[in-house]
């Protein structure tokens, strides 16, 4: 564990902007008083808000940013403004070094482009992914990639995702051999696509990589911890992530019609309400806020739009996780590793 | 409505074999005291199942067959086995008319390779697709296709399985003008893949359809009542079906260990025990069995492995549903009305 880092906050992001944002770095704040923090954003509009929170200020310096990338900002609109807005500038401050990780809640196809544009991938990855952490019925949370970054992947970038997740459950849980499966439908040997057949048989084979590779799993059992890194294409693992956000809602959204349907009922919910409580405590999004873009030279960290201060909190944690872990520097062995095994052809070559 | 159908079981299908699927044919002759089955698979197995339930041997022959299409069987080696397994002249007794559906509880690939080789598509179908019913918050059930037929779509499968999905939801449903939706990862027109992207525009621009399309939906939404049918390719659609029932487990293993997490949990537990049970009979898979392939000159139906007496029971409504609104019917309406409109290219040309 190195010192408590200095962490950049686009400030502008999200649905609610400031407030959400700048509570969010608060309550990090209270938690862990090591902290610091530089808020890019609109000076007017940041600083009432910092001054809500007694002792923010001296730990939060304003950066004021005179412009904000909106959600309908198509990616190439938004990298033309990187030196204008809160995004743009708050990922250069972590290319700068003048922060150790950034945090955003804007438009996740923005944030990154521009990510990629300033940090540039690690050597050895030919695209960066998203991974977050889902709750789980096992000991730990399950790492998820890639969450949308890429709509088609190939085996290439399967196998980079594969070791990316690894170094991510390693640094983030501690895990010193992280179990990895790739997301199919059908576990035998010939189900899926080519992409998926390939790289199961290229990670099989590499059995230097940090992991233990379980071949494949399907999507009912993605919470049951059989696996600490569940891996797939963008495109599946948006539907996957959405999926089981939907369904936990629609469950909820039965149970509250189950509970208010008779008296009885609602008498047996008032009366279970702590259960609730714990239920609601496990699905509620904000407490696993915080997806990273993994392979990138720099650690920046995406908070939901619609996140509370509480879920803001947390992506701040996650960002603090994984700069006092020193994931980039785990990923780059792994790359290191790969390459002294497989110089010319073969896994992430 | 016609007369009531007669229906080939293959009785051997499924994890339980006989004993499971017999009792679902007894229960749904109890429900429908009209039907009539086909009972194919090993007689000696069978015939004393059928003893069990009073009545069910005057309306259930039993068609030998002697042997059984295992979970293990690849599709290939399936099709060479049409004539002597339970499965095979199950849905060869469709083709010949002696039955108007068939159900089967056995391994999907082998089930799909079968029925196309004997039952072949509709003229205009490229390739079948399977189509299941699942609960949502609207006031009818969603209808939700490619379950996992089709690995990989293009644009024109796409197009077909939205036309057939359509149909389905006119005959099993009632619903005169269907809102129809292709799952993507975003609803701007420029998310997704091409597939998607060219499906929506081929589909917008065919107002002559019997459908309302409404454009992309994002897998948050699916059981939200805002379409009556989403449309996929068999990868994602296989994902997003087994993600929906391991979420839902997921959150009733939750409440379980909530409500069993102190004395007073229990207590609200039990006096809900009336809401439960009403969530639980929302969310039993069994309560929505019944997958149809769609798109062949035949009603075959797919019941899960491990579904229950009552899975089966309801397997069996929905292939009588199918011939009493005479599905195939209204999808070959569609697709002349398609060739009427775009007798050269355009949609399912």
């Known amino acids: 564990m190195g010192a408590a880092p200095r962490i950049a906050i686009d400030a502008m992001g999200g649905d609610s902007g400031p407030a959400v944002m700048v509570e969010g770095a608060a309550l990090a704040l209270a938690r862990n008083p090591a902290l610091c923090f530089r808020l ?14 007694a002792g923010l200020a001296a730990a939060a310096e304003i950066a004021h940013a005179p412009e904000t990338i909106s959600g ?3 990616p190439s609109q938004a990298i ?40 540039r991938t690690m050597p050895g ?38 070791v990316m997740g690894a170094a991510y459950a390693r640094a983030a849980m501690g895990i010193d051999a992280p179990r990895v499966r790739l997301l199919n439908i059908g576990t035998e040997e010939m189900k899926g696509t080519d992409e998926l057949k390939d790289a199961a048989a290229q990670l099989r084979a590499a059995d230097y990589l940090r992991m233990n590779f379980d071949g494949f799993i399907e999507a009912d059992r993605l919470g049951r911890g059989e696996a600490d890194v569940i891996v797939t294409d963008g495109f599946t693992g948006n539907i996957a992530l959405k999926t089981i956000e939907g369904t936990a809602r629609f469950v909820a959204d039965l ?18 309400k702590p259960a609730m409580h714990l239920l609601r405590v496990h699905l509620d999004p904000n407490n696993h806020n915080g997806a990273v873009f993994l392979g990138l030279n720099g650690i920046i ?22 700069v006092s872990h020193d994931l980039s520097r785990r990923i780059a062995e792994d790359l290191d590793n790969i390459r002294a095994h497989a110089p010319t052809a073969g896994v992430a070559a």
Do not use: W, Y
């Open 40 to 53: 890019f954003g609109d000076e007017s509009a940041i600083r009432p808000e910092v001054a809500r929170h």
């Open 255 to 272: 149970l509250r019609r189950a509970f208010t349907s008779s008296l009885r009922s609602k008498a047996g919910f008032l009366i279970s």
């Open 125 to 162: 990855i030919d695209r960066p992914a998203l991974a977050a952490m889902l709750p789980s019925l096992g000991d730990n949370d399950l790492v998820l990639l890639d969450l949308g970054a890429n709509t088609e992947c190939d085996t290439r970038n399967l196998v980079q995702f594969a």
């Open 72 to 74: 309908e900002d198509k």
């Open 301 to 322: 960290v995406k908070s939901h739009g619609g996140a509370t201060a509480q879920g803001v909190d947390n992506a701040i944690g996650v960002a603090e996780r994984l």
């Open 80 to 119: 033309r403004r990187a030196r204008t807005t809160s995004m743009g500038l708050a990922i250069a401050a972590v290319k700068s070094g003048e922060a150790q990780a950034a945090v955003s809640a804007g438009n996740t196809g923005a944030l990154m482009a521009m990510s990629k544009l300033a940090l």
